[in-house]
Structure formats: C-alpha cells, structure tokens
C-alpha cells in the first residue's frame, strides 16, 4: 500500500468501519481503524495520516472533542460522521476545524467522494523559494504571504485553516468592499454549493477571534447586516 493516501477511520461501529475500510480500500486509499477516541488519538500520534474520518458519538467520548484535541497539534482534514442531521451539529463541527459532515445512513460512495474532495482542496502546499522577500502589507497591520500561505498581522503569524487563509485573504485585498456570503464561499470553497449558509459565519468568528487575539483593540472585519462582510478602509 505504499503511496496509498492513508485514511484514519474513527468509529466504534464494527459494520460501518468494515463497510468503509473496504470501501476506502477500493478506491485506492491505506485506511486504519480504531474503535476509540483514546486509540485514534494514539494512531495520530504515532504515525502521518493524510485525512480523519471521525464518528461524533464515541464510547469514550464526543468525536468533537477529539477534533479539538487534534487540532491542537495538526492540520489534517477531518471528515464527522454522526446520526444527528443538526444545523448546529453541523456548525459547530466547522467551528472546532472539522472539514466537512456527513450524516448517517450515508452511501460508501458518497463518503469516498467526500473524501477525494477534501484532499483535493488541502493539496494546494506553501512553496519554498530561494530568497525570503517580505511580502508588502495588503491592508495596516497586515501581510499576506501568497506563496507560503501564511498572515502576519501587527507583526504576529497567525495560525490560519487553508478556508480562513482564503477569506481574510479576499476581504483584506479591498478594503471597504462589501462582499456578500455566496461571494466569500465562492472565493474560498472548491464546491462552494455543498457549504452551508451559516459555514462562513462561522469561519469568520475564528478569523475575527485570531486578529484579536493578537490586536485586541483592532476590529477590521465589518458586519454589514443582511449583506455579508468587509474589511474595514484604512484599518
């Protein structure tokens, strides 16, 4: 299986891990199951994945604190598979750095389709060049390196999923210009038809959290109701 992208199946129901890991196996993917939490975790830890299929109800805890959990030491794209077809459910898994939610009963299909479409939207790597030229600021206050994908705002990096890059990104390039959600989403998502209405939202409340975590005066993201988002003229 070496080169095979390898797939971490978290869930704790033998008939639909069997299910996935063949399907997954068909569609030319490593996938390694654990029936916990705790053991997922461990997997994690101990060796590269390059993508999380994580059950929300597990017998030793909530699949969304696991993602919390993972988030504090990676990156790697988490697909929740839950029984409850909750907006909020399905909020909050993109608040804490879920990719993308899949709601049972669910085609094999449909979940190895999921798949091949988050690892394709996290393909795109930072490059490395020969010559580290400071980006010039975007917006006071604010650099956005391009080629390495990287923000620095007020002289701090800030530590961005690839979605909140893309929309702070747009927003900061013209200041003052109100962009609507269906822009953002169309700006930032491969398959901006499969978000959700509130997905942007929701990714903006953690992009306005970072810049004020840094800049807690700073408040350069304007709301403008019924309308979407700009990020503020000349701050």
């Known amino acids: 299986m070496e080169g ?3 797939i971490l199946i978290i869930e704790d129901e033998p008939a639909i891990a069997d299910t996935l890991l063949y399907a997954l196996r068909t ?9 916990t939490g705790r053991a997922g975790l461990a997997a994690l830890a101990a060796k590269p994945f390059a993508l999380v299929v ?3 109800g597990l017998p030793d805890g909530s ?16 697909i929740f598979l ?3 077809n909750s907006e909020l459910d399905r909020v909050l898994g993109l608040e804490i750095g879920g990719d993308d939610y899949l709601v049972k009963p669910f085609s094999p299909r449909e979940l190895t389709a999921r798949v091949k479409a988050v690892l394709r939207r996290s393909a795109t790597a930072p490059t490395s060049g ?12 604010l650099m956005v390196d391009e080629e390495r994908c990287t923000v620095t705002f007020h002289g701090c990096p800030l530590e961005l999923t690839r979605y909140e890059f893309r929309l702070l990104r747009v927003l900061a390039a013209k ?9 953002l ?14 997905t942007v939202d929701a990714h903006i409340k953690l992009v306005r959290a970072k810049l004020r975590a840094v800049a807690p005066e700073a408040d350069p993201i304007v709301t403008h109701r019924g309308l979407g988002y700009s990020w503020r003229a000349g701050g």
């Open 175 to 183: 200041p003052g210009r109100v962009f609507s959600r269906e822009q």
């Open 185 to 198: 989403m169309a700006a930032a998502w491969e398959d901006p038809g499969a978000s959700l209405d509130r």
């Open 82 to 84: 839950t029984a409850r």
């Open 4 to 6: 095979r992208p390898r």
């Open 130 to 141: 020969a010559a580290a030229v400071p980006p010039p600021p975007v917006a006071p206050g």
């Open 63 to 78: 699949g969304f604190e696991v993602c919390k959990r993972i988030r504090t030491t990676s990156a790697v794209p988490v």
């Open 27 to 35: 569609e030319g993917f490593d996938p390694e199951w654990c029936a």
């Open 54 to 56: 994580l059950d929300v």
